[in-house]
């Protein structure tokens, strides 16, 4: 969808360049793909963020002011999202940065702005709907959640107040949302595992312009 841009485990718009990212209405869950804490140490560099998403190199005359992040700034909280829930497949932190990277115009948005869809956000363009399971999830944030009383618009403000929520909703998404079949084929790293996540868990239609991100990350990962 265009836009504004391991062992265990969006319905809105599917819009050409910043906007939606929107799951298939379907997604077969199972208990053991609630991710468990770990001790793994993960390394994302900004040097690969920046081979995958070159305009994340700077954030000089951002075209919306206060959502633009670099590469050196994206780098460490994605890598730490990957220890959080435990994506320790390079095929799959492949695909989940190439994600991210066409949903937020290489980390230059965080909200919907085409069309701009009230609550949807964060760095892979999560619907409102589950934006609101990503916070539910978030112990951290049970206190201010009840106050945004189901406000997406506030629900959202709540996720992006923290660049590791911001950034870890690419990896919460596949680590809780993803089938176990679909993250299995994934995992083998092939073409056909990539578009099988992409049409039949993120919900949206692997075209040439997604593909050429999840090349360019699975060649900088060496996958």
Same mark, same amino acid.
């Given at each position: ?59 000089? #005359?951002?075209?919306? =002011?206060?959502?633009? /992040?670099?590469? +050196?700034? %994206?780098? $460490?909280?994605? *890598? ?43 760095? #892979?363009?999560?619907? =409102?709907?589950?934006? /609101?399971?990503? +916070?539910? %999830?978030? $112990?951290?944030? *049970? ?81």
């Amino acid at each position: 969808m265009r836009s504004p841009l391991l062992y265990n485990a969006f319905l809105v718009l599917s819009l050409s360049a910043l906007g939606s990212a929107a799951p298939a209405a379907s997604t077969r869950l199972h208990p053991d793909l609630v991710p468990r804490k770990i001790n793994i140490n993960i390394n994302i560099t900004p040097e690969q963020i920046a081979a995958i998403a070159p305009k994340s190199t700077s954030c000089a #005359n951002p075209p919306a =002011p206060g959502e633009c /992040a670099t590469a +050196a700034q %994206a780098a $460490p909280h994605i *890598a730490r999202s990957f220890e959080t829930y435990q994506v320790t497949s390079a095929a799959e932190q492949a695909a989940v940065i190439a994600l991210m990277a066409f949903e937020s115009g290489e980390f230059a948005y965080n909200r919907n702005h085409f069309p701009g869809v009230p609550g949807q956000g964060t760095r #892979n363009m999560q619907s =409102p709907a589950f934006n /609101a399971k990503y +916070a539910a %999830a978030l $112990p951290e944030l *049970a206190e201010p959640l009840a106050q945004a009383a189901g406000d997406p618009a506030r629900v959202l403000d709540l996720l992006l107040a923290n660049e590791e929520y911001d950034f870890g909703s690419g990896a919460w998404f596949l680590a809780t949302q993803c089938a176990r079949d679909v993250r299995a084929e994934l995992q083998a790293g092939s073409e056909a595992g990539w578009q099988r996540y992409i049409t039949g868990c993120v919900g949206t239609e692997a075209n040439a312009e997604r593909r050429a991100y999840w090349a360019r990350a699975v060649q900088v990962l060496g996958v």
